[in-house]
T-cell receptor, first 108, second 113 residues
Framework: AQRVTQPEKLLSVFKGAPVELKCNYSYSGSPELFWYVQYSRQRLQLLLR??SRESIKGFTADLNKGETSFHLKKPFAQEEDSAMYYC??????????FGKGTMLLVSP | DTGVSQNPRHKITKRGQNVTFRCDPISEHNRLYWYRQTLGQGPEFLTY????????KSRLLSDRFSAERPKGSFSTLEIQRTEQGDSAMYLC???????????FGPGTRLTVL
């Protein structure tokens, strides 16, 4: 069975500090991995997916198949980055399996 | 607003009652998904449709749950004989096709007293 682990419930950093939100997965096949973000009082929305290799809002994520990780990184955090972040895995482009999420708080 | 919409946004019911939620996907999106999210957890998959066909159901979807998508447009999720454990946020998402981004609705928060 596929599983997504986000080991940190809460990550608190100061503005301008680097951010790394951890995500590890277990899946025997070739996964499609995503990061979704939910800002306060807003709906869940896609931040980025590994296959597109884009940088969105300064965030990047690299799929490391050897370590089965897909950590989300940003070199300089901004206050507006404060949100709930979910890592998700898709098998065969169908359903999504989500991690429990990490709350990122960026303080001024 | 051309995003995914869900109604009602909040529902409070007594244990044992039946409830029905509605999801309107983005126009022309063929796939429609239902997820459930409880406190402190990420969304968990319940079921999904390709047009009007229900293609997969999670083990979380007990016999008390039924979902439909008549004519491949909007979808309804019904819970019969609600239990307190059904209290959760029910999320709907849609995508243009199987490989496309899933866009989420605002959710329906169910509270079972």
């Amino acid at each position: 069975a596929q599983r997504v682990t986000q080991p940190e419930k809460l990550l608190s950093v100061f503005k301008g500090a680097p951010v790394e939100l951890k995500c590890n997965y277990s899946y025997s096949g070739s996964p499609e991995l995503f990061w979704y973000v939910q800002y306060s009082r807003q709906r869940l929305q896609l931040l980025l997916r590994h296959i597109s290799r884009e940088s969105i809002k300064g965030f990047t994520a690299d799929l490391n198949k050897g370590e089965t990780s897909f950590h989300l990184k940003k070199p300089f955090a901004q206050e507006e980055d404060s949100a709930m972040y979910y890592c998700a895995l898709s098998e065969g482009y169908s359903t999504l399996t989500f991690g429990k999420g990490t709350m990122l708080l960026v303080s001024p | 607003d051309t995003g995914v919409s869900q109604n009602p946004r909040h529902k409070i019911t007594k244990r044992g009652q039946n409830v029905t939620f509605r999801c309107d996907p983005i126009s022309e999106h063929n796939r429609l998904y239902w997820y459930r999210q409880t406190l402190g957890q990420g969304p968990e998959f319940l079921t999904y449709f390709q047009n009007e066909a229900q293609l997969e159901k999670s083990r979380l979807l007990s016999d008390r749950f039924s979902a439909e998508r008549p004519k491949g447009s909007f979808s309804t999720l019904e819970i019969q004989r609600t239990e307190q454990g059904d209290s959760a946020m029910y999320l709907c998402a849609s995508s243009l096709s199987w490989a496309d981004t899933q866009y989420f609705g605002p959710g329906t928060r169910l509270t079972v007293l």
